[in-house]
């Protein structure tokens, strides 16, 4: 054979071999089709629901994206977590449709107070993943009394909520108060030097929006944080309706409400009046108002930040016994959710949900002598005080920040324990009502609107 025709026939097996090459997907000198393509060389994919309340697509995006790095360099897998802010007032309606239909999510947002509630619906933490001793280390004391039962592990917190004390620093400074009251008697007394009434005795500046049942935010747990206060000393320091029972809770709800009573001196809120607690601080109506840390956000934006307030601790009963009411949403793993997986994903969707809860709660980088977590991204983004101990003390740390109060009071943090919190709200907000529009100065009026509620309450366990 001569040389032209050996030639030929070289160059169109190569052709031929060139075709099958790319017909198979093959890129050049790889050793296909007898090993896997490229294309099985890629992460496996997988999609993860998860739903929420309060917290926005743009809250999570940063986090979200770093497990989806952390998890393609660790397991090999191209995980998706696709994030839905529910409608607030309908959101436990909603969650619990969608797990009674098998419709998702894998993962959900849960109240603080649900977990006898959902536990059946929910999963433990995958053993190894965590011990007990290690959540203690990691997490304020709340969390276990929350979120851990028949020793198991639930969830892993990312923040704790408290109300803590919002403050007008010009109307504090031109009744010569120079500090925030520690106590509730310091609080009353404040509270009579801002007050400004009129010839006719009606209020025209609140020393605090404090007393009211319906026109002030949250004003159920203001109640239940003074009566954990007051049994701080007493047989039962539990958050749970047996709490009220207590000589020490009749003091504290009679306290609260005796904010609305005329013949005060520090009486400081009219109980007939329209305006919202929120809005009465806002305005400049109320010098003083008990917030939950996201009404930081609210108050900045309907002032434009032209109003100049400050926040601090909750007053307390007792400075070396303190007691703060948390109420906060922590993430959960959906029994027996399917999820979106590509062929060839062994995990379960289970496994990989509690791998993100355990990631956004935990994962951190050490930069010099600090670390770095992850979440820290989630909780600037959301405005939220820390629940892992370690940025807890960051953010007490951040002289002038507005969230280092909340951050400082997770520590002391306490929780309300009924999980039908929405009924047990109007039953407390009831309580308050009957309390303020009869007569308060009957001792038996006291008395028996709380026992209507403990029984009332009873009865939604």
């Known amino acids: 054979m001569n040389q032209g025709k050996m030639a030929a026939i070289i ?9 099958a090459w790319t017909y198979l997907h093959c890129t050049p000198f790889q050793s296909c089709p007898w090993s896997r393509s490229t294309a099985d060389k890629s992460p496996k994919k ?13 809250d999570w995006s940063d986090i979200i994206a770093k497990f989806k790095t952390y998890e393609q360099n660790n397991r090999h897998l191209n995980v998706t977590v696709e994030y839905k802010q529910l409608d ?6 909603l969650v619990y449709d969608s797990l009674v239909n098998k419709k998702g999510p894998n993962i959900f947002m849960m109240f603080n107070s649900w977990l006898p509630k959902y536990q059946a619906r929910i999963t433990e933490m ?5 011990t007990m001793d290690e959540f203690e280390k990691n997490f304020v004391p709340v969390a276990k009394n929350d979120l851990v039962k028949d020793g198991k592990i639930y969830s892993m917190p990312l923040y704790i909520d408290t109300p803590a004390l919002f403050y007008n620093k010009e109307m504090f400074y031109n009744a010569g108060i120079t500090r925030p009251p520690e106590n509730w008697d310091e609080f009353a007394d404040d509270v009579e030097k801002l007050t400004q009434l009129d010839k006719d005795g009606k209020i025209t500046r609140s020393g605090a929006a404090f007393g009211g049942a319906k026109y002030v935010n949250r004003s159920q747990d203001i109640a239940m944080l003074m009566v954990m206060q007051n049994n701080m000393k007493a047989d039962d320091t539990r958050g749970n309706p047996v709490s009220f029972g207590t000589s020490e809770a009749k003091q504290a709800v009679k306290l609260y409400t005796d904010f609305t009573n005329s013949s005060n001196r520090f009486y400081t809120w009219d109980y007939n009046s329209q305006i919202y607690s929120i809005d009465a601080f806002i305005q400049g109506t109320a010098a003083m108002s008990m917030n939950y840390s996201y009404e930081i956000a609210n108050i900045d934006s309907k002032t434009q930040d032209g109003l100049d307030y400050g926040v601090a601790l909750m007053p307390q009963k007792y400075e070396n016994n303190k007691a703060n009411y948390a109420s906060y949403w922590a993430p959960v793993v959906a029994k027996g959710a399917e999820c979106v997986k590509e062929d060839g994903v062994t995990m379960s969707c289970e496994d990989i949900s509690w791998d993100f809860i355990n990631f956004v709660a935990t994962h951190a980088t050490q930069e010099g002598n600090t670390k770095k977590y992850d979440i820290e991204s989630y909780l600037k983004s959301a405005n939220r005080p820390a629940a892992h101990v370690d940025i807890i003390e960051k953010q007490m740390g951040e002289i002038g920040s507005k969230l280092a109060p909340f951050a400082e009071q997770t520590l002391t943090a306490k929780s309300w324990g009924n999980a039908n919190n929405k009924k047990s709200d109007e039953v407390l907000l009831n309580m308050l009502d009957t309390i303020i529009t009869t007569d308060t100065a009957k001792k038996k009026t006291v008395e028996s609107a709380m026992k209507l509620a403990v029984d009332n309450v009873k009865e939604l366990e």
Do not use: K
């Not at 160059?11 to 075709?19: D, K, N, P, T, Y």
């Not at 997988?46 to 743009?58: I, K, Q």
């Not at 607030?88 to 309606?93: I, L, P, R």
């Open 11 to 19: 160059i169109a097996v190569l052709v031929v071999i060139g075709m």
């Open 46 to 58: 997988v999609t993860l629901s998860f739903y929420g309340a309060r917290d926005t697509e743009e």
């Open 88 to 93: 607030q007032y309908n959101y436990e309606d």
């Open 126 to 130: 995958p053993s190894g993943m965590m």
